[in-house]
């Protein structure tokens, strides 16, 4: 069956931009997250979905970044006012539940110009 | 709070020879366990995952990782290495309660195999 879907693949803005990534789970799949991956920091949390609430919002590094979930579906991941250290791969993941293994989508690499 | 270690950041093996990847966690409790794999330009492919029971798991690809209470470790082996496994392969413990499932990461060890 279908995997976890990114979209788009790359993206490279200017700085001070707004951008809007978007997630498409698994379906069936009620847990949703995000997390960044850079060179730095490495893999990093920052959101996790149950359906289309959020009760973790912790990894979330600035009030620049927000994120939704409709439908219990797609997911957008936005940053705005984007800066040079956003430049990372953003990836989502989804599960069954909170308590099944997460897989994967091929991510997002965002580039800030 | 939760952390993971892989002490070795790059690893070079020549194909066909065994291949071990370290890996320690620090947490009160057993957390789940999981080893990903991740080739260039791809998201992370889960190899295998460790919740209770045996304490030697089977994953995909020919990989198995054996979990060590006493050590806090969650080592992964491969009896003989293809030169398909290179890439960087990272560990990750989950754990419960208000965690909600987030997976906390290794630095991940890149994996180099000669022929």
């Known amino acids: 069956g279908a995997g976890v879907s990114q979209s788009p693949s790359n993206k490279v803005t200017e700085k001070g931009k707004d951008v809007e990534l978007r997630c498409d789970p698994i379906s069936g799949h009620t847990a949703l997250y995000w997390y960044r991956q850079s060179l730095g920091q490495g893999l990093e949390f920052l959101i996790y979905f149950q359906g289309n609430s959020a009760p973790d919002k912790s990894g979330l590094p600035s009030d620049r970044f927000s994120a939704e979930r409709t439908g219990g579906s797609v997911s957008t991941l936005t940053i705005q006012r984007t800066q040079q250290e956003d430049s990372a791969v953003y990836l989502c993941a989804s599960s069954r539940d909170s308590n099944q293994p997460q897989h994967f989508g091929d991510g997002t690499r965002l580039s800030i110009l | 709070a939760q952390s993971v270690t892989q002490p070795d950041i790059h690893i070079t093996v020549s194909e066909g020879a065994s291949l071990e990847l370290r890996c320690n966690y620090s947490y009160g409790a057993t957390p789940y366990l999981f080893w990903y794999v991740q080739s260039p330009g791809q998201g992370l492919q889960l190899l295998l995952k460790?919740?209770?029971?045996?304490?030697l798991v089977q994953g995909i690809k020919g990989f198995e990782a054996e979990f060590k209470r006493s050590q806090s470790s969650f080592n992964l082996r491969k009896p003989s290495v293809h030169w398909s496994d290179a890439a960087e392969y990272f560990c990750?413990?989950?754990?419960?309660?208000?965690?909600?499932?987030?997976?906390?990461f290794g630095q991940g060890t890149i994996l180099t195999v000669h022929p």
């Open positions: 460790y919740f209770s029971g045996d304490t």
């Open positions: 990750a413990v989950q754990t419960g309660g208000t965690s909600y499932g987030k997976l906390t």
